[in-house]
Nanobody, 120 residues
Framework: QVQLVESGGGLVQPGGSLRLSCAAS??????????MGWYRQASGKQRELVAA???????NYADSVKGRFTISTDSAKNTMYLQMNSLKPEDTAVYYC????????????WGQGTQVTVSS
């Protein structure tokens, strides 16, 4: 069983920055192949992919965050990060981290989420 714990959310003014962290149990970053991702869900909306990174190092981003957000991992710390810059009110949502393996549909784990609010 994989446990994912997000942290780093909070209230920030438009144009500000936050860094989210996702601490994973076990040596999850030694597993290959695996895809780690950040998702978000705004009030009244469906959960959407924000950014993802594979064990091979490939990344992809939602168009709405390209150039502003950066996903990264630190295998020594078993932690994934999401650096969020130039935040906008529309970035307000609960952010979740996810770990999944396409070769095993049962390997699909989620954290509890962390709230990000962008407001003046």
């Amino acid at each position: 069983q994989v446990q994912l714990v997000e942290s780093g959310g909070g209230l920030v003014q438009p144009g500000g920055s936050l860094r989210l962290s996702c601490a994973a149990s076990g040596s999850i970053f030694r597993i290959k192949p695996i895809t780690m991702g950040w998702y978000r869900q705004a009030s009244g909306k469906q959960r959407e992919l924000v950014a993802a990174i594979t064990s091979g190092g490939s990344t992809n981003y939602a168009d709405s965050v390209k150039g502003r957000f950066t996903i990264s991992t630190d295998s020594a710390k078993n932690t994934m990060y999401l650096q969020m810059n130039s935040l906008k009110p529309e970035d307000t949502a609960v952010y979740y981290c996810n770990a999944r393996r396409d070769i095993n549909k049962n390997y699909d784990f989620w954290g509890q989420g962390t709230q990000v609010t962008v407001s003046s």
